[in-house]
């Protein structure tokens, strides 16, 4: 799932400012630094364009199963998430990836290519290897055909990513967690997506929260909670 959010190969997803690789991309190049998350913790990541680093939490997943944060910032490769003329309106904001390294099919779900929608009903027996978790639960980056071929698909928009702008925006998500995801207004919500592993066939709880606490711009602060798992142990930056 390349799109916005990751560089794509394929001709047919020509990129007029191709983006930086994904965190997953860039773990399997070994580009970056893995920060594997094990209890509550809540600190900052720097933005991607200037830092290697990435989280990724796998509390209570099967195998192979995970997800990656980072935070996408417009600068360096990245500069096309701007909006020029109100920083609310950036498509950046911490990107959560659900990874399933167990899949092997390009076309992610059997449906997708039949033109019909996603999966949103807790049934993902059919999924992405590398799923872009989008705040808005619009699914967006699934659906086909495109929006303007008079569907819902698209390539990336600015309510994907989650960032908590305090009330400031509706469409964005700024927690999310086993019930669902929580947008900016601290009011609305939305059963899907959530953080609950899928890589067996369908939705099972694992107890991970992830909230977006401040700041956007050379930092921002990230709350994970793992249920039942006590503190994070181990650092969280690396060594310089």
């Not at 364009?49 to 990656?68: G, H, I, R």
């Not at 509706?170 to 609305?188: A, E, H, M, P, R």
């Amino acid at each position: 799932m390349g799109n916005m959010w990751g560089w794509s190969p394929q001709p047919q997803w020509a990129q007029l400012l191709p983006p930086l690789m994904g965190a997953w991309s860039k773990k399997q190049l070994n580009w970056n630094n893995i920060i594997h998350i094990n209890g509550n913790v809540a600190h900052f990541l720097l933005k991607s364009c200037t830092s290697d680093v990435a989280w990724e939490v796998n509390y209570n997943m099967p195998n192979k199963e995970y997800f990656l944060l980072e935070l996408r910032y417009p600068c360096g490769y990245d500069i096309g998430m701007d909006h020029p003329k109100d920083w609310l309106r950036d498509r950046g904001g911490l990107a959560i990836w659900h990874i399933d390294d167990n899949v092997r099919d390009a076309h992610g779900y059997v449906e997708q290519s039949l033109g019909r929608p996603p999966p949103k009903d807790g049934t993902f027996a059919n999924h992405y290897a590398v799923a872009l978790v989008q705040g808005d639960g619009n699914f967006n980056l699934e659906e086909r055909p495109p929006i303007e071929q008079g569907g819902l698909g698209n390539k990336g928009d600015s309510s994907d990513l989650f960032m908590n702008l305090w009330g400031q925006r509706s469409d964005k998500g700024y927690l999310i967690d086993n019930s669902g995801t929580t947008l900016c207004d601290g009011v609305t919500s939305h059963s899907e997506p959530n953080t609950k592993s899928y890589s067996s066939g369908t939705e099972q709880p694992n107890g991970i929260k992830i909230e977006v606490d401040w700041g956007y711009d050379t930092w921002m602060g990230v709350k994970v909670y793992l249920d039942g798992a006590g503190d994070h142990r181990g650092t969280i930056l690396p060594p310089k």
